[in-house]
């Protein structure tokens, strides 16, 4: 498989989940985005449960396909993140949260979510800290990203009144990264070999007189 089919699956697989968590929360009756997780809007017996867990497994077929390629060209640690944050999203999306709450089914939800949580968060700090000395703009852009997905994400426990709000702004921290280098990833490929290379022609002075 090519880097850039991996890049585009990588993209199709965030937009695929961020379009489905706002149109179902659009037209879930009663839904507070504010304080309910993007965890309820799959739960059993709502009617956009399946769309959110095709959505789910979206981004975990991208983000595994992409995780190669940011070992590649980052680094194995960012690579291992990815790769969590993606088995975890598929683990959530097969248990999904229970028609009886707070019940097992709950739980083991629960215990993916956590675990993606954490491994979207950190993923932009090691990126970030992987650049720090060949790409310093890249590196500083990336560690506020995880700054801002971690603070988010760990939000989420304390501030129960606004936690699906600060889930959302994780969520979409997180996600523009991997957006982010997928895009820097299809750019990179688009360009033809040798062609950030090869400097423009400048054309030659005449050191005579003229005639």
Known sequence: MSDRLRALLALGGVLALTASWVLAGVVTDGFDPVRQSISQLQRDGTATGRAMTASFLAFSVGALALAPVLGRRIGRA????LTVAALATAGAAAS???????GMQDAVHLTFGTAGYAS?????????????REAPRASSMSLMLGAL?????LGTVPAEAVSGALQ?????AGHLWIAGFAVAV???????????????????????PPG
């Open 78 to 81: 960012p690579q291992v993140a």
């Open 96 to 102: 999904p949260l229970g028609e009886v709450r707070g």
């Open 120 to 132: 979207l968060s950190v993923l932009p700090l090691l990126a970030g800290w992987a650049l720090r």
């Open 149 to 153: 997905t971690a603070a988010s994400l």
């Open 168 to 172: 959302r702004v994780g969520f979409l």
């Open 186 to 208: 299809l750019l990179r490929e688009s360009r033809a070999p040798g062609q950030e290379s090869v400097p423009p022609a400048r054309p030659r002075r005449r050191s005579g």
